[in-house]
Nanobody, 113 residues
Framework: QVQLVESGGGLVQPGGSLRLSCAASGFTISRYFMFWYRQAPGKERDMVAGISSTGSPEYYLDSVKGRFTISRDNAKNTVYLQMDKLKPEDTAVYYC??????WGQGTQVTVSS
């Protein structure tokens, strides 16, 4: 089945870092743009970052520019989101997305002291 599984979330203090992983199965990500979205309670689901099939260009939500980095390893069929200098407002469920997948379970990121 075509599937994306997110992992790497957790509880981190403000200013800390996390690296999220998105493992794909059932299809090859090398042909697709890949995206990270997030949704906080009571808020809309927003695109956080996007990356082309070759790794460039990259797109970022304004509020995460300079702090988050999206990358991909097509050989491993995996997409990553490196999150640095995390803020409480980054708290959300983070989802990986492609044009050929539906929403999965996501991974919870909580930034709190």
């Amino acid at each position: 089945q075509v599937q994306l599984v997110e992992s790497g979330g957790g509880l981190v203090q403000p200013g800390g870092s996390l690296r999220l992983s998105c493992a794909a199965s059932g299809f090859t990500i090398s042909r697709y743009f890949m995206f990270w979205y997030r949704q906080a309670p009571g808020k809309e689901r927003d695109m956080v970052a996007g990356i082309s099939s070759t790794g460039s260009p990259e797109y970022y939500l304004d509020s995460v520019k300079g702090r988050f980095t999206i990358s991909r390893d097509n050989a491993k069929n995996t997409v990553y989101l490196q999150m640095d200098k995390l803020k409480p407002e980054d708290t959300a469920v983070y989802y990986c997305k492609s044009a050929v997948t539906t929403w999965g379970q996501g991974t919870q990121v909580t930034v709190s002291s």
